[in-house]
């Protein structure tokens, strides 16, 4: 039988990659986000049939009830991956722009979490893969509640996996470290931050949108039976890196 995903944010960077990968993996998917255009004219691109674009927006919990009905199939696979960023030093900060990264990064994957769970549970099995950040794990100065509201995204998935795993369904979560691509392209335009960035990275390169792909579909996937309530990492060994770029003796 054809498995089902549907993916938030779907329309580019990451999660069009991660749709393309589904899809080559002979997914059906749902290819969810804010405009229907940008979702038609991603599903132009992917490989399979049966593909349906989702116009909602991940923090309305009435477009998200509209976009499953629509896609008419409860998905195997839930990648809450919709986010943005809005970059401001905290005291300088708007509550509005606070307010708006949690809304959407939290509160939308909270929304997308409970919608595809509850139908999860009917069937007695799914899986739901989170987009959380490095930003989770490590606060980048000036990305404003980003970190915040990535942090909740990985605590949410924990107590999300907690509830859902007697139920059949499991609940991860991929944390992308520096990505060449998406919505860090307007920072990696600059070469001097490319090069400093990639260079600090133990792999000493910046990551692709498809490396963040093949992590979220491992964790979407049977090979994954026995993984719940987990961040997966994929940031070329960066976050661990203090000591590298420390070091005990300078020539
Ligand atoms: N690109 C990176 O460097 C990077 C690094 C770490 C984490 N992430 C995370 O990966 C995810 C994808 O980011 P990206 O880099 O592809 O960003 P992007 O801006 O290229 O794409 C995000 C997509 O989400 C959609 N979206 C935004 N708000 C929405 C809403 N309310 N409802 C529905 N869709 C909405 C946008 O329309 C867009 O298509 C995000 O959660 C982001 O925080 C990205």
Redesign the pocket.
Known sequence: MTRTAIV??G?????AAICQLAASQGYRLGV???RRE?CASLIGTLPGSGHVALQ????DEHSMRAAFDEFGVTPDVMVN?????RFGALLEQSVADFRASVE??LV?TYIGAREAGRRMVAQGRGAIVN?T??NAVTPGPGAGAYPAAKAGVAKLTEHLSLELGPLGIRVNCVA?GF?D????TPVYADPRVRQLRGGAVPLRRLGLVEEVAKAVMWLASDDAAYVTGHQLVVDGGVAHSVLLQLPRKVD
Do not use: C, E, H, Q
Request: net charge negative; hydrophobic share 45%; glycine share 22%.
């Open positions: 938030t944010g329309a580019r960077g990451l999660g969810l986000d804010l940008d909602a927006d991940v923090t991956n919709a986010g943005i960023v959407v990064n939308g987009m950040s490095l992308p990505i691509g998406g919505m860090s």
